[in-house]
C-alpha cells in the first residue's frame, strides 16, 4: 500500500472511496512527511511500545506508528473511514482498528489487555473539538501512561506549557502539570493538512511524572481551588475562593489559609505557582479536618 504521508496518495485514496470530510469530527488530515516524522520521534515509540492512537482518519500517521511500534489501536469514531482503513492498513498484522467514541473506551482495559497493564503511549491528531476532554480523561481515569503526543491547536499547547504571570496560564496549565512534563516539539503550518485548519497547530508532548512534583493529600480539593480561582480571573483569590459555589469552606477559613501562603491578600489565582496551589489546599483540608473533628 502506498504511504499517505504524500498528498497525492492521500487525495487519490479520498476521491477513490469519495470521501466527505465532516467538520463536527474535526477532520483535518496530516499530508506531510516531514512532520509524521517528527511526531514519532517526539513520542519515541520503539518496537517494545504499544500505542493508542485516537482519530487515524485515513490511517496516514498509522501508517507510520505500524512501522515504529510492536503494537499499534486505532480508535476511529467516522464509520465512513472504516472500509478505506481496512485498506490502507491491510500490509500492518500488528494494528487493530476500533470503531467507536474515544470518550467510550475503556482504554486502561485496553491497556490490561494489550500491555500487560504497563505505561502506553498515546500519539494522535486529534479532534480539536475534545482535545481537553481526552487528554484529562487520560490523566484522571487510572491509565497506565508513559507519554501523550498530540497535535493540538497552537494556542491550547501554549497555555499547557506557560507559567504563573503569563497570559495564557490558567487551569489547564495547572491540571497538564501536575501530572506531566509539557514539551512542545513542532508548530505546524495549515498548510500541512487537508483541508487547511483555520488556527495553527502544534505538537506537545506530555510525559507522564512518575510522581506529582507537589505533595498534596486531595488532589480533588488542589483542582477544586484551581478552577474556582481562574473561574473569575479579574477577582482577587480571596473573592474567586469565597464566591466558589462548589467549595465549602468559611470566609475566616478562606483568608487564613491564604494568609498562611505568605502572600498579600489582594493576590490573584494566576500569580500563585502549583506548589502554592497544593499549600493552599493542605492549609484548607487541615481546617476542614479541625472543623469536623470538632476542634
Ligand atoms: N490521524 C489522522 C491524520 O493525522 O491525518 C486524522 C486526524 S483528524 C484531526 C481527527 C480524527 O479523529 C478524524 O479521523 C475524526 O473522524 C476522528 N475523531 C473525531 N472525534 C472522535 C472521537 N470522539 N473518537 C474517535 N475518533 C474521533
Known amino acids: 500500500m502506498a504511504k499517505l504521508g504524500n498528498p497525492r496518495n492521500t487525495i487519490e485514496i479520498l476521491q477513490k472511496y469519495d470521501f466527505h470530510f465532516q467538520k463536527k469530527y474535526g477532520q483535518n488530515f496530516l499530508i506531510d512527511e516531514h512532520v509524521l516524522d517528527k511526531i514519532i520521534r517526539a513520542a519515541g515509540v520503539t518496537e517494545h511500545d504499544f500505542v493508542l492512537e485516537i482519530g487515524p482518519g485515513i490511517g496516514t500517521m498509522t501508517q507510520y506508528l505500524a512501522e515504529a511500534a510492536r503494537e499499534v489501536a486505532a480508535v476511529e469514531i467516522d464509520r465512513n473511514l472504516i472500509p478505506i482503513l481496512q485498506e490502507t492498513l491491510?500490509?500492518?498484522?500488528?494494528?487493530?482498528?476500533?470503531?467507536?467514541?474515544?470518550?467510550?473506551?475503556?482504554?486502561?482495559?485496553?491497556?490490561?489487555?494489550?500491555?500487560?497493564?504497563?505505561?502506553?503511549?498515546?500519539?494522535?491528531?486529534?479532534?480539536?473539538?475534545?482535545?481537553?476532554?481526552?487528554?484529562?480523561?487520560?490523566?484522571?481515569?487510572?491509565?497506565?501512561?508513559?507519554?501523550?503526543?498530540?497535535?493540538?491547536?497552537?494556542?491550547v499547547a501554549q497555555r499547557m506549557q506557560a507559567g504563573p504571570g503569563s497570559k495564557d496560564y490558567g487551569a489547564l496549565?495547572?491540571?497538564?502539570?501536575?501530572?506531566?512534563?509539557?514539551?512542545?516539539?513542532?508548530y505546524v503550518p495549515p498548510n500541512?493538512?487537508?483541508?487547511?485548519?483555520?488556527?495553527?497547530?502544534?505538537?506537545?508532548?506530555?510525559?507522564?511524572?512518575?510522581?506529582?512534583?507537589?505533595?498534596?493529600?486531595?488532589?480533588?480539593?488542589?483542582?477544586?481551588?484551581?478552577?474556582?480561582?481562574?473561574?473569575?480571573?479579574?477577582?482577587?483569590?480571596?473573592?474567586?475562593?469565597i464566591n466558589a459555589s462548589d467549595l465549602s469552606f468559611t470566609k475566616e477559613q478562606i483568608i487564613k489559609a491564604i494568609e498562611s501562603l505568605g502572600v498579600n491578600a489582594s493576590v490573584r489565582g494566576e500569580e500563585l505557582t502549583l506548589s502554592q496551589f497544593a499549600e493552599l489546599a493542605g492549609a484548607l483540608a487541615e481546617q476542614r479536618g479541625r472543623t469536623t473533628d470538632g476542634i
Do not use: W
Not at 138 to 151: A, C, Q, R, S, Y
Not at 173 to 186: F, I, N
Open 90 to 155: 491491510r500490509d500492518y498484522p500488528n494494528v487493530s482498528v476500533i470503531h467507536d467514541d474515544i470518550l467510550k473506551v475503556d482504554i486502561a482495559g485496553l491497556a490490561r489487555e494489550k500491555n500487560e497493564g504497563r505505561p502506553i503511549k498515546v500519539v494522535a491528531n486529534l479532534p480539536y473539538y475534545i482535545t481537553t476532554p481526552i487528554i484529562m480523561g487520560l490523566f484522571e481515569k487510572g491509565v497506565p501512561i508513559d507519554n501523550i503526543t498530540v497535535m493540538v491547536q497552537k494556542e
Open 173 to 186: 496549565s495547572l491540571t497538564v502539570q501536575y501530572y506531566a512534563e509539557a514539551y512542545v516539539a513542532a
Open 192 to 241: 500541512c493538512f487537508i483541508p487547511r485548519p483555520k488556527v495553527g497547530s502544534a505538537v506537545i508532548r506530555l510525559t507522564r511524572h512518575r510522581k506529582p512534583p507537589v505533595f498534596c493529600s486531595d488532589p480533588k480539593l488542589l483542582f477544586g481551588l484551581i478552577r474556582a480561582s481562574f473561574n473569575q480571573r479579574r477577582k482577587t483569590l480571596q473573592n474567586g475562593l
